[in-house]
Nanobody, 121 residues
Framework: QVQLVESGGGLVQPGGSLRLSCVASGSIFSINDMGWYRQAPGKQRELVAVISSGGFANYADSVKGRFTISRDNAKKTVSLQMSSLKPEDMAVYYC???????????????WGQGTQVTVSS
């Protein structure tokens, strides 16, 4: 079994900062892309940022320049540093990772349970 566990959500004022972290554990052979998605009430889940195993990152236009994604391959973690937070950033944030559990196993997408980010004064 593979688990992704997020931490770091909470309440922050507009303009503030927050850091999300996610750690992968279990029967992991390799991890390809890791990323963060978010889902606001009444909206579809959307990509926030993704980072390859080589460290190449891509961001949604709405967060470019404000959010930074990073990963530690040895620790199997991915983090999202969020700055200049806006009310429209408020959502449940989900960690995602493409993981192979064995040499002959296909890549499978795994999700964390989600962590709430609330941006409000």
């Amino acid at each position: 079994q593979v688990q992704l566990v997020e931490s770091g959500g909470g309440l922050v004022q507009p303009g503030g900062s927050l850091r999300l972290s996610c750690v992968a554990s279990g029967s992991i052979f390799s991890i390809n892309d890791m990323g963060w998605y978010r889902q606001a009430p009444g909206k579809q889940r959307e990509l926030v940022a993704v980072i390859s195993s080589g460290g190449f990152a891509n961001y949604a236009d709405s967060v470019k320049g404000r959010f930074t994604i990073s990963r530690d391959n040895a620790k199997k973690t991915v983090s999202l540093q969020m700055s200049s937070l806006k009310p429209e950033d408020m959502a449940v944030y989900y960690c995602n990772a493409d993981i192979r559990t064995g040499t002959m196993r296909p890549r499978t997408s795994y999700w964390g349970q989600g962590t709430q980010v609330t941006v409000s004064s």
